[in-house]
């Protein structure tokens, strides 16, 4: 669809309840700004006024993993180039200050100058489910962990009676008899207060099992479907597969190359040479949990996968710290993982020597 006029690009600050547009001509100036509620009436107006002033080359929108969700799939289903834009530093709104308008304005230069090059998720597909799966799974784990560990502080300061019965129990065991207690109805007394609450903790803990069990059961064949290949690589299980999909999107040929794909998982090598000295160190930048998800297969893979260990022992002679071999060899997985997730799943994802990794 064409429209007539001068090219203009788009800018907006997100907000909750409300988004603020404006548009700038192709020189960066000013041309208008304005308020717009985030509902699906709102996005549509939003898109027309911003089309009134020109042509629309393309939309900054600040945070469109968040308040800018919709209406980034708004624009994007409309023919719009969205762009993700950072919102401004802490110098730059020293100097300039802090409004809807500065931020909206400032989005849509960003745009413009070429400093906002990012091409945000398209939330549209699989991976968008396995992400919002795992994040009632993330909280079901967290308050099980939370259960256990109040379970063992009430043991810890109860009854001596009540400690000793339970204190050579395995965790199943301990959880299925805890479950069972029957504290009595006088809660006035300590020991039936301890016993009411450990049978309720138990029980919580039982509860959030089945929870979690019923999201893996949902999760492991929509990861399965959204990427076979990388469900092949060795050290590679569901867990860090949905982590490794949520953190590349439903579009992840969005990362140019597997270089930018390193540098989204915080692994990409940064130099810290000085002098005689040539060397490289962790890169602490990046999603950090897509960073873990290949942390733990690297650790997977020294434990029990021998051509790993080969290379470790190989590196370790060579005079390179634990950390730094590591380093290496996330960099390499990394390389593994970003073929897994951009192949078709007609192509295989081959094992190469761990040589590049170096």
Same mark, same amino acid.
């Given at each position: +669809? ?13 907000? /909750? ?69 950072? &919102? ?42 396995? &992400? ?75 509860? +959030? ?24 690589? @060795? ?34 090598? *940064?130099?810290?040479?000085? /002098? ?9 930048? /990046? ?14 893979? +020294? ?16 005079? +390179? ?5 590591? &380093?290496?060899?996330?960099? @390499?997985?990394?390389?593994? *993982? ?21």
């Amino acid at each position: +669809m064409t429209h007539d006029g001068p090219e203009i690009t788009g800018g907006v600050d997100t907000h /909750g309840l409300t988004h603020h547009a404006s548009v700038v001509d192709q020189v960066g100036r000013h041309l208008a700004d304005r308020e717009f509620p985030a509902t699906i009436r709102g996005y549509r107006d939003l898109l027309e006024w911003m089309r009134s002033h020109g042509t629309l080359v393309a939309v900054g929108v600040e945070g469109t993993g968040a308040y800018g969700a919709e209406l980034a799939r708004v624009l994007t289903a409309a023919g719009v180039t969205v762009v993700d834009v950072d &919102r401004p530093d802490r110098k730059t709104r020293r100097m300039k200050g802090k409004s809807d308008p500065i931020d909206a304005y400032a989005a849509a230069t960003a745009v413009l100058s070429g400093r906002a090059t990012g091409i945000p998720k398209s939330r549209d597909g699989v991976v968008e489910s396995v &992400r919002v799966l795992r994040t009632a799974r993330r909280s079901a784990v967290k308050a099980r962990t939370q259960a256990m560990n109040q379970i063992r502080g009430l043991l810890v300061s109860a009854p001596a009676m009540l400690r000793e019965q339970f204190s050579a129990l395995d965790r199943a065991a301990l959880i299925r008899t805890l479950a069972r207690l029957r504290p009595g109805d006088d809660l006035s007394r300590p020991l039936a207060a301890t016993r009411a609450a450990l049978r309720r903790l138990a029980r919580r803990h039982q509860a +959030m099992d089945t929870e979690i069990a019923e999201l893996d059961a949902e999760i492991a064949p929509l990861i399965k479907q959204a990427a076979p290949a990388l469900l092949e690589l @060795f050290g590679v299980g569901p867990e860090t597969a949905g982590q490794l999909l949520a953190s590349a999107g439903d579009n992840p040929e969005r990362m140019r190359s597997e270089a930018a794909f390193a540098n989204l998982a915080g692994v990409a090598p *940064i130099p810290a040479s000085s /002098g005689r000295t040539h060397r490289h160190r962790l890169n602490r930048g /990046g999603d950090r949990a897509a960073n873990n998800a290949l942390h733990t297969i690297v650790l997977v893979r +020294m434990r029990f996968d021998e051509r790993t260990r080969t290379y470790v022992e190989r590196r370790t002679k060579q005079g +390179m710290s634990k950390k730094d071999i590591m &380093r290496c060899l996330k960099r @390499f997985v990394a390389r593994e *993982i970003y073929r897994a997730l951009t192949s078709t799943p007609t192509e295989q994802t081959p094992q190469t020597s761990l040589a590049p990794a170096a």
